[in-house]
């Protein structure tokens, strides 16, 4: 995007008044989508944006700017705007830099940039016919494909250069069900960093098809009980308490300023023995995966908690200055209109050895919540309230009667210490986060996990 002269011109702007660090953030990225509304072709398009970010870090202070306007006096413009922030004599200058080789983690194979839109669409219309023919009670569809691929290339005052390229694509089938006045929806979303070839392994068939079923199941559902009460949570998305709950606690964006419930607790048992957790930036091809972070470090994979212990954070570069640590690859944005911060990648609950079957069949009486969806979560104080998207009542170890609105509410330092069942079936799911860096791919996983109690929201009156 730019050459390593102009790169070198307007990171030695930059540091003219000081700073210790600059660093460029070079993105030429390309979005694209098609979306079948019952079957119909709604929209076929894409969008394309390029743009540079400007980072200078002086101790524990950062500016950061951008632009899209890739012009030498641009640039040096925005430079210039940001160097006003120091007062002080230079003390680094560029000369130089060294390229350095990007190992490719997730290689791409067929991408879906060169793939003719009749194979595209092919897929999208089986997924709709799945869903229309599974029952009369379906009475809509949308079925949507989106892709996104991204050149990324940073420069920084350290003297190093790095290139690297990303492609994601993500298949969406939703189905809407209705009966009387009852309404539901339910859905799948598979997601890769792939190309085509992911789709072509997928079963479209049985993603469609279960869609289809969660979405007519939902309308018998029943309010659920509320109370504390034992609360097994399902594989894959099940994961996305974690995330919420404590995982953005594990992030030195918070740590760093001890806006974190688990801030100088390294070391400390903070869960239950039997569970151990980890961020996993280098898995091929999973949603949340990349080579090297948006600092230019080579992701990792970071065991976060051991046994229960504590044992590491997810730190970028300049929240380490505080902590006094190096970043751990884990530094991430959305786009180059976004300065980086440490963010999870795909994080996960590793699995245990308990088969699911006899974590139901241990459990006397409690909500079997399958699947869970939004939330909001506190990570000062790691309080949460979430979303069950699919619950069910068990009953004498035996998965009972589905129910409908109830909600998870606690504290995440209390869940991990209130797991006492890790099932052996881990699974994964992708979706977005979103934090002060903008929405990031992500995946959420987890084996099925027993929480002993938690306090569980619903309109369907005490627990019997």
Same mark, same amino acid.
């Given at each position: 995007?730019?050459?390593?002269?102009?790169?070198?011109?307007?990171?030695?702007?930059?540091?003219?008044?000081?700073?210790?660090?600059?660093?460029?953030?070079?993105?030429?990225?390309? /979005?694209?989508?098609?979306?079948? %509304?019952?079957? $119909?072709?709604?929209?076929?398009?894409?969008?394309?944006?390029?743009? *540079?970010?400007?980072?200078?870090?002086?101790?524990?202070?950062?500016?950061?700017?951008?632009?899209?306007?890739?012009?030498? !006096?641009? @640039?040096?413009?925005?430079?210039? !705007?940001?160097?006003?922030?120091?007062?002080?004599?230079? *003390?680094?200058?560029?000369?130089?830099?060294?390229?350095?080789?990007?190992? %490719?983690?997730?290689?791409?194979?067929?991408?879906?940039?060169?793939?003719?839109?009749?194979? !595209?669409?092919?897929?999208?219309?089986?997924?709709?016919?799945?869903?229309?023919?599974?029952?009369?009670?379906?009475?809509?569809?949308?079925?949507? +494909?989106? /892709?996104?691929?991204?050149?990324?290339?940073?420069?920084?005052?350290?003297? @190093?250069?790095?290139?690297?390229?990303?492609?994601?694509?993500?298949?969406?089938?939703?189905?809407?069900?209705?009966?009387?006045?009852?309404?539901?929806?339910?859905?799948?979303?598979?997601?890769?960093?792939?190309?085509?070839?992911?789709?072509?392994?997928?079963?479209?068939?049985?993603?469609?098809?279960?869609?289809?079923?969660?979405?007519?199941?939902?309308?018998?559902?029943?309010?659920?009980?509320?109370?504390? +009460?034992?609360?097994?949570?399902?594989?894959?998305?099940?994961?996305?308490?974690?995330?919420?709950?404590?995982?953005?606690?594990?992030?030195?964006?918070?740590?760093?300023?001890?806006?974190?419930?688990?801030?100088?607790?390294?070391?400390?048992?903070?869960?239950?023995?039997?569970?151990?957790?980890?961020?996993?930036?280098?898995?091929?091809?999973?949603?949340?995966?990349?080579? $090297? %972070?948006?600092?230019?470090?080579?992701?990792?994979?970071?065991? @976060?908690?051991?046994?229960?212990?504590?044992?590491?954070?997810?730190?970028?570069?300049?929240?380490?200055?505080? +902590?006094?640590?190096?970043?751990?690859?884990?530094?991430?944005?959305?786009?180059?209109?976004?300065?980086?911060?440490?963010?999870?990648?795909?994080?996960?609950?590793?699995?245990?050895?308990?088969?699911?079957?006899?974590?139901?069949?241990?459990?006397?009486?409690?909500?079997?919540?399958?699947?869970?969806?939004?939330?909001?979560?506190?990570?000062?104080?790691?309080?949460?309230?979430? /979303?069950?998207?699919?619950?069910? *009542?068990?009953?004498?170890?035996?998965?009972?009667?589905?129910?409908?609105?109830?909600?998870?509410?606690?504290?995440?330092?209390?869940?991990?210490?209130? $797991?006492?069942?890790?099932?052996?079936?881990? %699974?994964?799911?992708?979706?977005?986060?979103?934090?002060?860096?903008?929405?990031?791919?992500?995946?959420?996983?987890?084996?099925?996990?027993?929480?002993?109690? $938690?306090?569980?929201?619903?309109?369907?009156? !005490?627990?019997?």
């Amino acid at each position: 995007m730019i050459n390593k002269s102009l790169a070198k011109l307007v990171l030695n702007e930059g540091l003219k008044t000081g700073a210790d660090f600059a660093e460029l953030y070079c993105e030429d990225t390309t /979005a694209h989508r098609i979306v079948l %509304d019952n079957g $119909i072709v709604e929209a076929i398009g894409g969008t394309s944006s390029i743009g *540079i970010g400007l980072r200078l870090l002086k101790g524990n202070r950062s500016v950061y700017g951008y632009t899209n306007e890739i012009k030498k !006096k641009n @640039l040096l413009e925005l430079a210039n !705007k940001l160097n006003a922030a120091f007062h002080d004599a230079p *003390i680094k200058n560029v000369t130089d830099f060294k390229t350095i080789k990007v190992h %490719d983690n997730s290689p791409i194979i067929d991408s879906y940039f060169t793939t003719p839109i009749d194979e !595209k669409l092919n897929i999208l219309k089986l997924g709709h016919e799945t869903m229309k023919n599974y029952s009369p009670l379906i009475v809509r569809t949308t079925a949507l +494909m989106a /892709a996104n691929k991204q050149s990324v290339e940073i420069y920084n005052s350290n003297g @190093l250069h790095y290139k690297d390229y990303r492609e994601y694509l993500r298949i969406f089938f939703e189905p809407f069900a209705s009966s009387g006045d009852k309404h539901e929806t339910s859905f799948v979303g598979p997601a890769q960093k792939d190309g085509m070839n992911f789709l072509r392994k997928l079963d479209i068939k049985a993603l469609a098809t279960k869609a289809a079923h969660d979405a007519v199941e939902a309308l018998d559902a029943k309010e659920c009980p509320s109370g504390k +009460m034992p609360v097994i949570i399902g594989n894959g998305f099940g994961g996305v308490l974690f995330h919420e709950a404590c995982g953005h606690a594990l992030e030195a964006t918070a740590v760093a300023r001890n806006l974190s419930v688990f801030a100088n607790k390294k070391g400390q048992e903070i869960a239950a023995k039997i569970v151990t957790a980890y961020d996993d930036g280098t898995a091929p091809h999973a949603w949340g995966s990349n080579n $090297i %972070d948006d600092e230019g470090n080579p992701t990792n994979k970071t065991c @976060l908690i051991k046994d229960g212990v504590l044992v590491n954070y997810l730190i970028d570069d300049f929240n380490g200055r505080r +902590m006094n640590e190096n970043g751990n690859g884990a530094c991430r944005r959305e786009s180059y209109k976004y300065e980086p911060t440490s963010r999870m990648s795909n994080t996960y609950i590793a699995n245990g050895t308990t088969p699911v079957e006899e974590i139901i069949k241990n459990t006397k009486l409690g909500l079997y919540a399958k699947s869970l969806g939004g939330g909001s979560v506190n990570p000062v104080t790691g309080e949460f309230e979430f /979303a069950v998207t699919a619950g069910y *009542i068990v009953r004498n170890g035996v998965v009972m009667e589905r129910v409908r609105g109830a909600t998870l509410i606690g504290k995440g330092e209390e869940v991990l210490k209130n $797991i006492d069942m890790v099932g052996n079936d881990l %699974d994964t799911a992708p979706g977005f986060c979103g934090a002060s860096s903008g929405y990031v791919p992500n995946e959420v996983g987890q084996p099925t996990i027993r929480v002993k109690e $938690i306090l569980v929201g619903g309109n369907g009156g !005490k627990l019997v």
